[in-house]
Nanobody, 123 residues
Framework: AHLAESGGRLVQVGDSLKLSCVDS????????MGWFRQAPGTEREFVAS????????SYSDSVKGRFTISRDNAKSTVYLQMNNLTPEDTAVYYC?????????????????WGQGTQVTVSS
């Protein structure tokens, strides 16, 4: 897989933003996909994951109810819709692909990573 994220930018508190991640190099439809984020001075944290068929999703407690992960296998793209953003959501967001299709929450389970896209939420 070759993953490329896009959509990150500077937004205001309460705004919405949709991130995209396109896979240009692999069999996207067989991978579980995840979104992770890392703020300066912190460890990378799990945000959301989705199974290869798109019928199973998982979210961290900090984003549950505000973020939605989805995928379009025909476009080899996974999305992260983020609503009601807060300054605590400021981070570099990474998408990742898991060949096993497990859709777990641990970064070590994922085989491929994108380069990240910056999301900044200003108060």
């Amino acid at each position: 897989a070759h993953l490329a994220e896009s959509g990150g930018r500077l937004v205001q508190v309460g705004d919405s933003l949709k991130l995209s991640c396109v896979d240009s190099g692999g069999t996207f439809s067989t991978y579980a996909m995840g979104w992770f984020r890392q703020a300066p001075g912190t460890e990378r944290e799990f945000v959301a994951s989705i199974g290869w068929r798109g019928d199973t999703t998982s979210y961290s407690d900090s984003v549950k109810g505000r973020f939605t992960i989805s995928r379009d296998n025909a476009k080899s793209t996974v999305y992260l819709q983020m609503n009601n953003l807060t300054p605590e959501d400021t981070a570099v967001y990474y998408c990742a692909a898991d060949q096993s299709g497990w859709a777990g929450s641990m970064g070590d389970e994922y085989d491929y990573w994108g380069q990240g896209t910056q999301v900044t939420v200003s108060s």
